[in-house]
């Protein structure tokens, strides 16, 4: 599906007239100022991955920040012993309280530069997907994730774009370059990425982690999924679901928001910061 086709689904998030919604005109303000194409060899030359320490304007990201504060009460606790300890609020709380984050995540205009950046045709995941946006808390001392990928379940490909929301923490976000091409040496990274921050990279391509926070820290971050294929084999789509239910936004979310979409098919993939 074409960036064209996207702005087809968004046609709810205009207004009358024909003119783009507030999260399109925020994005629109965000790009004038970004070389498109130096991003692009820089995000190459880094084996899919670019970091921005300023990118969405102030009011969006205050927006942003609105939202994460008003889910608080939805937040899904989640603890794997020796991997993750954290909170987060799927997609379908989102599309029900916080529609401003799903406009977002439509936004034409992001999607066509996100595509401008990685040479990839990107279409939005599918409705089932808890993961396609989400925000992700640590509010406790000790809430982390361990080293991971972002793997994708689905047959193509999967990016996964990180927004920071809220950094009150020491929180750090360690990666890992060029991890899978054996022509190039492995090359640590790391960032803090403040409120109104991005950060881009292939899921399959970035190993990453974020460090524990400490008490009374708080850090929420949001992400957005965006894939180049979004058909997934029911095998993968069960163990994504699995993961999905335990490890981030509980059993009766995840299979009831599966089983409703069963007749329709498609997949979705799990794991983020």
């Not at 954290?86 to 529609?99: A, E, F």
């Not at 950046?117 to 000790?142: F, K, V, W």
Request: aromatic share 10%.
């Amino acid at each position: 599906m074409s960036v064209q086709a996207e702005e087809e689904q968004v046609a709810p998030a205009r207004m009358a007239g024909g003119q783009a919604a507030g999260p399109d005109i925020a994005i629109g303000r965000a790009l004038g100022k970004l070389d498109a194409g130096q991003l692009r060899d820089e995000y190459m030359s880094q084996g899919s991955f670019l970091y921005l320490s300023e990118f969405l304007p102030p009011d969006a990201t205050q927006r942003l920040v609105d939202a994460a504060n008003a889910l608080m009460p939805e937040v899904n606790r989640n603890f794997i012993p020796g991997h993750k300890a954290g909170g987060s609020v799927s997609r379908h709380t989102i599309d029900r309280l916080q529609p401003y984050i799903a406009e977002l995540y439509r936004s034409p205009k992001l999607i066509a530069w996100l595509e401008k950046i990685t040479g990839d045709r990107l279409q939005l995941s599918p409705e089932n997907d808890p993961h396609a946006y989400a925000l992700y808390y640590y509010t406790r001392a000790g809430d982390h994730i361990g080293w991971h990928y972002d793997t994708s379940y689905y047959d193509g490909r999967r990016y996964t774009v990180l927004f920071g929301v809220i950094d009150e923490s020491s929180c750090i976000l360690d990666y890992e370059l060029h991890t899978r091409d054996d022509s190039r040496p492995d090359e640590p990274g790391a960032v803090q990425y403040p409120p109104g921050a991005l950060v881009l990279f292939d899921g399959d391509k970035l190993r990453h982690r974020v460090t524990p926070s400490r008490d009374g820290e708080v850090r929420v971050s949001l992400t957005f999924e965006y894939v180049t294929n979004p058909n997934m084999r029911p095998w993968r789509r069960f163990i994504s679901n699995m993961k999905d239910a335990i490890a981030y936004f509980g059993f009766r979310q995840v299979f009831r928001k599966a089983l409703q979409s069963a007749r329709a098919g498609g997949g979705k993939a799990g794991g983020s910061v």
